[in-house]
């Protein structure tokens, strides 16, 4: 990866971690701010709100303050998401992991109960945070994009989305599945969210959903939330514990299905690979806003491939 | 409480319960949907959509078609929103509870992972409910309101409201606590969303946030609130688990405080009474949209504080 990306890449990273350490409030009742503060500030990659960054400055959204405070709470509202949903995740009832970002998990840190009051507020916040109040002056315009927010996060990380996926998941454990079946499941539990960091950075440029940009973007999330759980998959394998920050070889243990079971090592490599370029294809021969307009989301593409952990 | 209260309230009652109907998906993958329709369809008196529909009536807001959507979308994500929080105040972490409206909890009939996932799905639907696509003819008017429930509905549910009530209510098992802390834990527990209902019925005939009117009806849903929770207790104390659809005296078993046991059976009582009176008062002397406006509050008031489970 490029210098530029990595510079970049932490640029977004800092202001996302200063907005989440003001807006997750320490002073939240009987430990619950800890609680929640220690479940999503200083951890992970913030690939989603690096795609919601790249897609708001591939059509222009990064242009005036109010695109970039737009971004900016897209961006806090979709980790808020994605750091609850593995809160919940790693709960005794589901998952039941005891590491997580290189840290004792929520609940073995502050107790199943408040781990489960954590995530419940931490989906909350994400709703709270895309819709300040509004200033006088440009309150219908700002209403259209932050109910627009609203509409885009709560059916990614519902019951047709996240939540669904996972639900898929946990029926899955030792049924043998097919690959459709799979793609569904991931497409939802992970994919869902990836693609709506995307097409939520689209609407801080107020970018229609009628468009060929739209559908564009859209695809790009799609072949991008694929291409992120096949690599996954791979890491889980290839990688230890310690690199990943959570317990490595789970999935294999549970004898949950995995794109590495269905199409082994190499072929989920190539598969992985075909989408990157597949991602970044869509995009190309539309008026994006600027000469180097798609350069962050080319980036990401390549990232999501090559990551290491 | 008159014949008219009852046929008015069993309409909202009626409608609410086809739009759940219609707005919970039955399709939700994996069962979840099975679980997201058990915890919240056919159950529970829908004190909060009632709520909703009475401040809409007081405004004005069931004149116009846009406005009765409104008012049903928000008693639909109100119900949600507290729906979602019995299944996972139900929870073994939490209150372990086997029975609620008469019936196995969630986890009893779903499991404890499902039962989280339905709880969490429950929550991103209330959202999702708020804000369907806008038709073009009036989007801008229509984002208004979308993104000022989304806002309301938000803090209400999250830690500075029943996420952070819930918590103050983990940490006081077993602690003796004073009448402030209780008042301050159960204004968030169970008033947050009780008075988000009212002022979101007040949004569905667009009023705004700096009236006398708005005041009122903000300063009659926290009176209603305290009431609702003071009679709460005293009904654990007073009837069985058969009346109450849940098991009766666990607070007092869990050695929770209670109004009860802070202020005394009669006590609590003539406190109730007080604040049925207060609220009523609260409302009046203002320009309400017709002669008979305040009823269906008014009703409510008396309700709340003479229900008998």
Redesign the interface.
Known sequence: MPTRFHDWAQDVRDRVELALNDWV?AH??????DA?RYAVLDGGKRLRALLVFAAAHAVGGLRTPAGQQAALRAAVAVELIHAY?LV?DD?P??DNDVMRRGKPTVHVQF????A??A???M??????V?????PQDD??????L???M??L???A????????????D??SVGVPIDLPTLQDMHS?KTGALLNASVVMGAVCGALGEDTPMWRALNDYGQALGLAFQIVDDILDVTMCSTTLGKTAGKDAEANKPTYVSLLGLDGAQTQANQLRAHAVDLLQGLPWAAPDALEPLVWLADYVVSREY
Chains 1, 2 share one sequence.
């Open positions: 409030p939240a009742p009987a430990g619950l701010g929640m949903s919940h709960l009832c589901m107790g199943e109960a408040q489960m009051l995530g419940d507020a989906q909350a916040l994400a709703f709270e895309l819709t300040p109040e509004l309150a219908a315009a700002q209403a259209v932050q109910a627009r609203c509409r996060l709560s059916r990380a519902g019951e047709s989305g996240m939540a669904g996926g996972q639900a898929i946990l029926a939802r």
